[in-house]
C-alpha cells in the first residue's frame, strides 16, 4: 500500500522523486492505526496522511508557512475545493495546485464511501486545520513562541489529526451518529486523543526540528521557553505531560467503554490504535531521523 500512497501523491504532482514521502511511511501509518479495515478505506486514510505531510513540509520546510501574506492564496484555494463537498457533477478546480488537486480527489472519495455528515465533518475538520496554519505562519512571521494553553488548542488543529480520526472511523466501521458525537465526554476524549498523538509527534520529533532554525511549534520548545530555555526540563516536562494526559485518557475511556454500545467502542478502539500506532511509527520511520 505503501507503493500505492507514493504513485497517488505522484499523480497529482504533489512530488516528484517521492523520497521525503517515502521516509514518511504514511502507509505504515495508516496500516497501524487502522490494520483490519477494507484495503479501499486504509488507502483513503494513508492519501490524507501523505497529503498532510507534503503541505506540512512545505509550509515546515520549504517556506511556504514563512509569512500569512505567502501561505494565505494556497489556503485560499484549498477552501474554495472543500466548500464544493467533492461534488462528482463540479469541474475540477482550478488554482489549487497539485495540493487542490489531491484534496479535491480525497473529498470525492470521502463523499462516494460515506455518509453525507461524514463528508461534512471530515471537510470542517481539514478546514480547521488550514487555518490554524495561517497561525503558525504568522508567529513565523514575527518570531513568537505561543503560550503553553495557546499551543495546546492549536495544535490539536495543526496536527491534521482530527480528520484523520474521521477516516480511520470510515475504514473501521466506528460511524457514531451526530448525536454521540455532540456528546461533551466524547468530545473531551477526542480531543485528548489529538493532544496524545501530536504531544507524541513533538517529543520525536524535537530533534530534528532543532538542529536547524527552531520552530516554535512544539511542546518541548514552548515548555522550554516557560522555564528560561532549560531544554532538559522541558523534554521531562512534556513527557510527564504525555504520561499525565495519557493515564486520563484511560480511565475516560473506562467510563465511556461501560456505558457504550457497539459503535461508540469501535469509535474507543479507533482512538486507542491511533495513539499506539503513532508512538509504534515515530520509533521506526525516518521522517524524524
Not at 513540509?57 to 477552501?79: H, I, K, N, S, Y
Not at 485528548?192 to 527552531?214: H, I, M, P, Q
Amino acid at each position: 500500500m505503501g507503493g500505492d500512497s507514493i504513485a497517488w501523491a505522484q499523480r497529482f504532482g504533489l512530488i516528484t522523486s517521492g523520497q521525503r514521502l517515502r521516509r514518511a511511511d504514511a502507509a505504515g501509518l495508516a496500516g497501524r492505526a487502522c490494520p483490519t479495515g477494507p484495503v479501499e478505506r486504509v488507502r483513503l486514510l494513508a492519501d490524507l496522511i501523505s497529503w498532510l505531510f507534503v503541505m506540512d513540509d512545505a509550509c515546515d520546510e520549504d517556506g511556504l508557512g514563512g509569512a500569512p501574506t505567502r501561505l494565505a492564496p494556497t489556503v485560499a484555494a484549498l477552501l474554495d475545493v472543500l466548500d464544493r463537498h467533492g461534488d462528482p457533477g463540479a469541474a475540477l478546480p482550478t488554482g489549487g495546485g497539485p495540493l487542490g488537486d489531491a484534496l479535491d480527489d480525497l473529498c470525492r472519495r470521502v463523499r462516494h464511501l460515506g455518509p453525507p455528515g461524514l463528508l461534512l465533518r471530515f471537510t470542517s475538520q481539514v478546514r480547521d486545520y488550514l487555518l490554524a496554519l495561517l497561525w503558525e505562519a504568522a508567529n513565523r512571521e514575527h518570531g513568537r513562541v505561543p503560550a503553553l494553553a495557546e499551543y495546546v488548542q492549536m495544535r490539536r488543529h495543526t496536527g491534521g489529526v482530527q480528520p484523520s480520526f474521521t477516516l480511520t472511523d470510515l475504514a473501521a466501521g466506528g460511524l457514531a451518529g451526530p448525536e454521540r458525537h455532540a456528546d461533551p465526554a466524547l468530545v473531551a476524549l477526542d480531543l485528548l486523543a489529538a493532544d496524545l498523538v501530536c504531544w507524541c509527534n513533538d517529543l520525536f520529533s524535537y530533534g530534528k526540528e532543532t538542529r536547524g532554525t527552531r520552530d516554535a511549534h512544539n511542546l518541548v520548545t514552548v515548555l522550554a521557553e516557560g522555564s528560561r530555555g532549560d531544554e532538559t526540563a522541558a523534554l521531562l516536562a512534556a513527557a510527564d505531560r504525555f504520561n499525565k494526559g495519557l493515564a486520563a485518557y484511560l480511565e475516560a475511556e473506562s467510563a465511556l467503554w461501560a456505558t457504550g454500545d457497539d459503535v461508540l467502542r469501535t469509535v474507543l478502539r479507533n482512538r486507542r490504535a491511533w495513539i499506539r500506532a503513532t508512538y509504534d511509527w515515530s520509533r521506526t520511520a525516518a521522517r524524524y531521523a
